[in-house]
């Protein structure tokens, strides 16, 4: 197993800066999403990793080797991309043991990591098929088995899931993670899908404009998130952010324990309930809702703020009925002008 560093990382390409001086350690064998949205560096820190792209400054170590300057095929990595990158004119059996011929491993041993890595992956009764014969799963699977003959400690995956029916994404998820932890894998993660970071990694990287916003774990990231922008970029849907005036919601009466320069509330939606009207209650009133079977998500207006509210799905409230919400007081995350996370 191998851990990775990145120590000041910085990437740009005349006045365009990719990264910025980005410093990261991801534990061997853990299983780390760089996540983000577009054009945010994740792809670009990948590619640094890789050797395929050459950092403007910082370092890059591989199981405490300095590899900032090494080619890619060097670094004892392996990659699966986005496209699969299969030969349509080879078989199942050829594609995955490409790499191996190439670097001339003995035929004995060839064969026997790839008879290990088609029974790992149920490829076996298709080595013989074309690619252009398998389903968007099946190929996904060949690929990963290009990488796992390698058998290199570290893997490394630029959006891998992204051409899959989400049906088969979900299916995925949960047998790369399985695979991941059975081979003891260090596995760096490239997603714009926050689902895939919440349900498959140990270490979530949130990248906003070339720089960690935040790194943690996923129950850490969503319970408390460091930056407005993560909180709006985690959770389904997204946390409420409520602008705040003093020490009251925006257009409001409603007076919070706000701590003294605090300019945003954060709520998650599933954190507001429905009352009755009461003494502890906010009064609101429903503006729009849509509904999602077991749930239905309610937007209520406060003051000037909208606030979304996820309630059970036999709640029913017509445009502009009155609501009474009420939410508990460590549910309240607060943050400053700056989008910084108050404590």
Known sequence: MSTIELEAIAKSWGNTTALRAM???IPAGSFCVLLGPSGCGKSTTLRIIAGLESASSGRVRIGGKDVTHLPPAERGI??????YALFPHL?????????LSVRKVPKAEAG???QEAAELLGLTHLLDRKPGQL?????????????????????LMDEPLSNLDAQLRQEMRVELRELQQR???TVVYVTHDQAEAMSMADQVVL?????VEQCAAPRAMYAQPATTFAAKFIGTPAMNLLQLQGDTIAGSEIRLPAPAGAAWLGLRPEAVRWVDAGHDAVAATVVGQEYLGADVVLRCQIGSEQLTVRAPGQQQAGQGAAASLAWLPQDMHFF????CRMA
């Not at 400053?336 to 989008?339: C, E, H, K, L, T």
């Open 91 to 99: 078989s199942v059996a050829e594609n995955i043991g490409f790499g």
């Open 112 to 114: 026997r990591r790839l």
């Open 336 to 339: 400053d002008a700056q989008g």
């Open 23 to 25: 410093d990261l350690q």
């Open 183 to 185: 081979l003891g894998l």
């Open 207 to 211: 990248l906003h404009q070339g720089k």
């Open 78 to 83: 392996a990659m699966v991309f986005q496209n």
């Open 135 to 155: 389903s968007g799963g099946q190929q996904q699977r060949v690929a990963l088995g290009r990488a796992l003959v390698a058998q290199a400690h570290v893997c």
